[in-house]
């Protein structure tokens, strides 16, 4: 049952991020709604957004040249579209809708879409120059960019390489309006005097004070630790540090320019740090909780699961990508993971997180495509009941928060209103 793609779509899931799709000469996906295939944020969207049976949103692999040796392929028979693997019909899928304000233009003239995208059923933003590892100069005679990354390549094309603060709210409050997304997330990369949480901080306020909508700052960690109590104070939902791998020596091979700059332990002390500022036993105020990201295919699975172990002991949630060799980047020319790889990766997550008590799923209508989460993980189990005293206290939990949410967005939603009348 696991391994059944026909009756496991998480299963489906991970194996089409480690193989790929082919896409059928039937398929017309910006023409039947779907949404265009973009290389924003690193480059992890460069695939097809669709949704899977059971609401499982994903981004497959579609245009990098592994993809075409998949076995899986998308047709499209009579108007809808279905997963083939081996002449066989496996899933039927959806589009990811596109949104009507994807092409709409803001006030000072970017397609919104260049300013954020919808990853799944989230808003990210990247909204700062490019990372400094892409860049050369006095200090940096060559570029240090980690191996897999593709954002030096993408900003200025599927992504404007400037956005004001207006302008990320105005599309914002878009996504917001129209598609009912409920969370936004930022993303830098490194920039010289550790001004990320600087530039960011404009862009939280504004958006936290018109939406309440719940928000997430990935960047890399700041020396003064202290900064995180004040993104905390101002609203801030989830801090994710990406540290990508595990292994010390494999971290400086993969992620030169962060060994260079931070070094492994420096991220792991504000993944610690930030975890340690979580209450996960209640419900009022703004939630917290604290991420560490890395990456299953770049370095041996058992590492990555001693990542996950060390990450849940001290009360954060991992978040595991898998390894896509993305076009024209320094590891283009690598496969991607088997899925025997990966798959005791997902099963060691599940595990973990509901050993730990970790608030998995709490927050509604957030959809992660570029990843799978760890709830998603569960029908990767052997088991999948063996947590289910724990599973009855997490959705208790989760009912009670989004309900507090709704009435809060609620409120938002009727202010906004009365602004605007």
């Not at 194996?15 to 896409?23: E, F, P, S």
């Not at 993969?254 to 332990?265: I, Q, R």
């Not at 899925?339 to 997180?353: A, F, G, N, S």
């Not at 724990?390 to 609620?410: D, G, I, V």
Request: charged residues 25%.
């Amino acid at each position: 049952m696991i391994r059944d793609p026909a009756k496991n779509p998480a299963f489906l899931k991970l194996d089409l991020y480690c193989k790929g799709m082919r896409l059928g000469d039937s398929c017309l996906i910006e023409d039947d709604g779907g949404r265009p295939i973009l290389r924003t944020r690193a480059g992890l969207g460069s695939g097809l957004e669709a949704v899977l049976p059971g609401d499982l949103w994903t981004n497959i692999p579609v245009a990098e040249p592994f993809a075409q040796q998949s076995p899986y392929v998308l047709e499209r028979v009579d108007g809808d579209y279905v997963i083939h693997r081996d002449g066989k019909p496996v899933a039927p899928i959806t589009l990811a809708p596109l949104p009507n304000w994807y092409e709409r233009r803001t006030t000072s003239g970017k397609p919104m879409r260049t300013v954020g995208t919808l990853q799944g059923t989230y808003l990210g933003v990247y909204p700062a120059k490019v990372c400094e590892y892409w860049v050369k100069g006095s200090e940096r005679p060559e570029r240090t960019n980690c191996k897999f990354c593709s954002v030096g390549l993408n900003l200025g094309i599927d992504d404007a390489d400037g956005k004001a603060v207006d302008e990320v709210v105005e599309v914002a409050r878009a996504a917001w309006l129209e598609s009912g997304i409920t969370y936004v997330d930022f993303n830098t990369g490194h920039y010289e005097g550790h001004t990320y949480l600087d530039f960011l901080e404009p862009y939280i306020r504004a958006i936290k004070q018109e939406t309440g909508l719940l928000i997430g700052v990935q960047t890399p960690p700041h020396p003064d630790l202290t900064r995180y109590d004040r993104l905390k104070a101002m609203g801030v939902n989830r801090v994710s540090f990406c540290f990508e791998i595990f292994d010390p020596q494999r971290f400086v091979e993969v992620c030169p320019g962060k060994h260079e700059a931070y070094g492994l332990d420096t991220y792991l002390k504000a993944v610690e740090y930030c975890a340690s500022l979580s209450d996960f036993t209640k419900l009022s105020g703004e939630p917290w909780v604290a991420n560490g990201e890395i990456i299953a295919g770049l370095e041996p699975k058992e590492s990555s699961i001693a990542a996950i172990d060390w990450l849940t002991e001290r009360g954060a949630i991992p978040t595991v990508c898998v390894f896509r060799p993305l076009k024209n980047t320094d590891y283009e020319h690598l496969p991607p993971p088997d899925i025997d790889e990966v798959l005791p990766v997902y099963q060691r997550l599940y595990q973990k997180c509901m050993e730990h008590d970790l608030p998995i799923g709490l927050a509604p209508n957030i959809h992660v495509s570029l990843v799978m989460l760890p709830e998603e993980a569960r029908m990767l189990q052997d088991d999948p009941n063996r947590f289910r005293f724990k599973e009855w206290k997490l959705a208790a939990k989760r009912q009670a928060f989004r309900a507090k949410f709704a009435l809060e967005q609620r409120a938002k939603r009727r202010a906004f209103a009365a602004a605007h009348a």
